[in-house]
């Protein structure tokens, strides 16, 4: 009797472990655990990924500025021989003036040199007219205004 009473008990015990195990396997929450870490496995793949295309894209584009710019100087090295062999000495010298000015600089004194402030392009009728960046152009109308009103408000009285 106790040998039946202890296999009883160990296969009770067997079988609340078994089903422990085989709720917590198939249970939606383990599931969706699964689904959840599945997916942010693939995020972080997809941008790892990302961050290596954009490390790539910026490394071929400065290369390729790289080679842009040695193309530059050996289109203006080959121009300036040329102006030299076939122009003389005065193109030559502009040509190399041009290689070895700053451009930042020249553009900036180009710039301030050449900016004027805003005219008065206000049409006018007569030449003695203010125009429309004066500080009385427009009063006379505001002037008209207030005397329609001074005259409707009177007659309304009436």
């Not at 929450?29 to 995020?43: C, T």
Request: charged share 20%; net charge negative.
């Amino acid at each position: 009797m106790e040998l039946v009473i202890t296999v009883a008990i160990a296969a009770a015990i067997i079988g609340l472990v078994a089903g422990y195990i085989i709720t917590q396997r198939t249970s939606p929450s383990r599931q969706s655990q699964q689904q959840l870490e599945q997916h942010l496995n693939e995020m972080q793949q997809q941008q790892e990924s990302y961050q290596s295309e954009v490390s790539e894209h910026f490394v071929e584009t400065a290369e390729l500025l790289n080679q842009l710019t040695t193309s530059y100087r050996d289109v203006h090295t080959h121009l300036a021989k040329g102006a030299q062999l076939l122009a003389g000495d005065n193109a030559s010298q502009s040509l190399k003036a041009l290689g070895d000015d700053n451009d930042a600089a020249t553009i900036e004194n180009v710039a301030t040199d050449t900016i004027t402030p805003p005219l008065d392009y206000a049409p006018k009728v007569a030449p003695n007219e203010p125009g429309m960046l004066n500080e009385e152009f427009g009063l006379e109308k505001q002037e008209r205004q207030q005397e329609i009103e001074g005259v409707l408000a009177s007659e309304d009285r009436m």
